[in-house]
């Protein structure tokens, strides 16, 4: 996984007071398996690449008949554990060995995420693992026909082009059956939509996050900290994404697809997160803080372009004028997703 792979953060806790309060990770996993046409009910096994800290695991678990095993999978061992915690899968001393990460998350997230997991705890198991050596970990158990990862693409390790790996996608594969599929989702942050493209009967400019007058405020405020910090303003992600159809078409059919599609659905965390929790997050996921590594600067840069965005709309409704921070469209994003089947 790359190295800023939000996993790696504090442990994999970072995104755990957004995910509490929305969901969307747990309801992304159940909407991508809908949108991607998984014949579930011919599922023995299931792998959920990048399962990070446990939440798209439930999501799945949730969605698939219950009969179905599901094994998470990360590279990072504490996001492994803080999984395993939320699953109610640790043993009191090693609930103690991990009371750093447990103390950062939300309130009562541990309490109720375990009663959701309860029912599904049975059919569940994490494992740390390099997916580079994804294939055999299984332990001799028949293969997976599915392996899952919800936005996962673009945090998959890369070429110098911005690809995944062929050889991380190949060794995706050999983990799977002898009919094998991967779904995998990524970010319109990372892969660039056609601004006539509808979905769910809206273009890009009525849907996309990045739209919103009060994010846009945001993201030009951290534009001036940042170039009046270090002297130039890096280029967001976005203007300039590294995948597209075309090229992870290539890269797939080369890593071993016989069949590749692709699709899209939207999401949405609602305008309060929005305004929020996910212009906290957003930032730093597209790129407009690189250069700047130190993390407390970072969500102190980000804190005070909240701030001076916050300042500004109250002028604005001072004047008589409408509150940017009321605007009910663009509280959408799209997931953009890929089907590769042996």
Sequence with gaps: MKANYPASVRGGVSGQVYEARTQMQRR?????????GVAIERLNRVTDIGCRNGDTTLGLLQALPPSV????VDEFGDAISLAKAKFGLLSAPELAEFAHLISDLPPGWLESFGVDAEPHRSR????EVRLTNLNGFNGGTSKPELAIGYQILHWLDCDPS??????LIASIFASLSSSGVI??????????????????G???NQYSIDEHPFVKMVYEQIAVLVRDRIGSSPTPVLENPPLSKDRLDRQFRKAGASKVEFSEFLVTPGREEVISQVVRIRPAHQGRLNGITDETIRAAIIGTAIDQANAD????VRKGQADPRLHEGNIWDVVPFIVARK
């Design 28 to 36: 992304g996993m159940g909407a991508l398996l809908r949108a991607a």
């Design 69 to 72: 095993r599901v094994t998470g």
């Design 124 to 127: 569940v198991s994490f494992r």
């Design 162 to 167: 911005g690809l995944p790996l062929k050889s």
């Design 183 to 200: 779904v995998a989702g990524t970010s319109t942050a990372f892969m660039k939509m056609d601004p006539a493209q509808k979905v769910d």
């Design 202 to 204: 809206m273009t890009p």
């Design 313 to 316: 709309c109250d002028e604005t």
